[in-house]
């Protein structure tokens, strides 16, 4: 019984926290919406987002959340379609974790994931449809996201 009140409380505040995030973007510069054309980021503005992703900590605490949302979807039967800002939540945190020195934003409409914004190189930029996949649920992704050009 101690179990599933402690369960009914993880599964509320996850639910408030989620609500609670209406942009899923990588870092503060990353565009507002996916359909903003992308800017070259500034390498002082990815740096701490770069640090904090790279961190165990922060890496771990990435994980649990993903962990967490489909641990809560199994318990309220694993609808068919899933809740979309929880999707674009999720393959945000993804990204993140593994592609930090993005300017990335994150939308989700009917299981389709769009993915926009900015990377450093090509090589990241070919590891988001394979990361963003990854999130059950997710059914498509649209890769609008470039590789920045280097400023002079």
Do not use: H, W, Y
């Not at 505040?13 to 992308?38: I, M, N």
């Not at 489909?70 to 990204?95: H, T, Y």
């Amino acid at each position: 019984m101690n179990r599933k009140v402690v369960s009914s409380f993880l599964i509320g505040f996850v639910v408030v926290a989620v609500g609670a995030c209406t942009e899923a973007r990588t870092t503060s510069d990353a565009p507002t919406s996916t359909d903003q054309k992308a800017q070259t980021p500034i390498a002082q503005s990815t740096e701490p987002a770069k640090t904090d992703a790279q961190s165990d900590t922060r890496a771990k605490q990435l994980d649990a959340d993903i962990r967490a949302k489909e641990q809560r979807n199994n318990v309220m039967g694993n609808p068919p379609s899933r809740n979309d800002n929880d999707l674009a939540s999720e393959v945000r945190s993804k990204l993140e974790a593994n592609i930090p020195s993005g300017n990335l934003t994150v939308s989700s409409k009917d299981a389709v994931v769009t993915v926009s914004g900015t990377v450093s190189n090509l090589e990241q930029l070919t590891k988001i449809q394979k990361l963003a996949m990854e999130i059950k649920g997710v059914k498509s992704v649209t890769i609008k996201a470039v590789v920045a050009t280097k400023s002079n």
